[in-house]
Nanobody, 119 residues
Framework: QVQLVESGGGLVQAGGSLRLSCAASGRTFTSHTMGWFRQAPGKEREFVAAIRMNDGITTYADSVKGRFTISRDDAKNTVYLQMNSLKPEDSAVYYC????????????WGQGTQVTVSS
């Protein structure tokens, strides 16, 4: 099993920054993908960003390109989401997830961390 624990959420003013962390423990994989998703009240969960752990290739949702950066620290088994120039519409519960190599769906999910951006 894999455990994913997010941290770093909070309340920030529009234009501010936050850095989310996702620490992975338990079973390890070598070629998986780590992703960040978010879900606002009354809305469906949406993809934010992902990073392939074997080569560092990243992808982003159009809504966060140029403002958010996903990165990893292999030694700490941790993935980060640096969020800059935050907007009120970025407010949501942010989830970390892991997708095993070759799978089409994310297999493991964290419990989520709340991000609230005030205007």
């Amino acid at each position: 099993q894999v455990q994913l624990v997010e941290s770093g959420g909070g309340l920030v003013q529009a234009g501010g920054s936050l850095r989310l962390s996702c620490a992975a423990s338990g079973r390890t994989f070598t070629s998986h993908t780590m992703g960040w998703f978010r879900q606002a009240p009354g809305k469906e969960r949406e993809f934010v960003a992902a990073i392939r752990m074997n080569d560092g290739i990243t992808t982003y949702a159009d809504s966060v390109k140029g403002r958010f950066t996903i990165s990893r620290d292999d030694a700490k088994n941790t993935v980060y989401l640096q969020m800059n120039s935050l907007k009120p519409e970025d407010s949501a519960v942010y989830y970390c997830a892991l997708r095993r190599f070759g799978d089409s769906r994310y297999n493991y999910w964290g419990q989520g961390t709340q991000v609230t951006v005030s205007s």
